[in-house]
């Protein structure tokens, strides 16, 4: 079936470092790339997506791009903020259904 | 507008009680979700609703039950609870692809 693989936290970071966190996927058919952030005690937030191979998802400085040859949605951010912290969360949607498949999720914790 | 609403925010059970989780969202989307968070788990489907007037099993059905009552709501219902069903439980609903999620509701069975 298909799934999602992120890497494991906690990340540490300081304030303006260079953020990557990875995810990469399996599936059967061309699915929909998403990445979701839950600040502490709330619901999951859209922080961007990628619908097609190439296409490349961004919102409040952080980007990703769909490659399909490596199957990867990596994350990245220039410089992070304290108010990054929180938990990101990869997900993908297959082609024709429409339940989010989700990784198991990334703490990031940026100090100042 | 509100996006997704759920109540009640927190609830202590004791092992064998029932109750039921509300959920309610404004956006006329279609379809709706229930999900439960634990440690190191991400999210985990436990029914959802393409459309009102149906719902189909997700990941981890057991030991829930759940009602599209109109386009709006969809409520979650535990008969018996079991401490293994402590958990933060979220609604999502969704038009397309991307899911919009509830602030969740975080449930202790004793």
């Known amino acids: 079936g298909d799934s999602v693989t992120q890497m494991e936290g906690p990340v540490t970071l300081s304030e303006e470092a260079f953020l990557t966190i990875n995810c990469t996927y399996t599936a059967t058919g061309y699915p929909s790339l998403f990445w979701y952030v839950q600040y502490p005690g709330e619901g999951l937030q859209l922080l961007l997506k990628a619908t097609k191979a190439d296409d490349k998802g961004s919102n409040k400085g952080f980007e990703a791009t769909y490659r399909k040859e490596t199957t990867s949605f990596h994350l990245e951010k220039g410089s992070v903020q304290v108010s990054d912290s929180a938990v990101y969360f990869c997900?993908?949607?297959?082609?024709?259904?429409?339940?989010?498949?989700f990784g198991q999720g990334t703490r990031l914790t940026i100090n100042p | 507008n509100a996006g997704v609403t759920q109540t009640p925010k927190f609830q202590v059970l004791k092992t064998g009680q029932s109750m039921t989780l509300q959920c309610a969202q404004d956006m006329n989307h279609n379809s709706m979700y229930w999900y439960r968070q634990d440690p190191g788990m991400g999210l985990r489907l436990i029914y959802y609703?393409?459309?009102?007037?149906?719902?189909d099993k997700g990941e981890v059905p057991n030991g829930y039950n759940v009602s599209r009552l109109n386009k709006r709501e969809f409520s979650l219902r535990l008969e018996s609870a079991a401490p293994s069903q402590t958990s933060v439980y979220f609604c999502a609903s969704s038009e397309e692809l991307a899911q919009f999620f509830g602030p969740g509701t975080r449930l202790t069975v004793l």
């Open positions: 997900a993908l949607v297959d082609q024709g259904a429409q339940k989010l498949v």
């Open positions: 609703s393409a459309s009102e007037g149906t719902t």
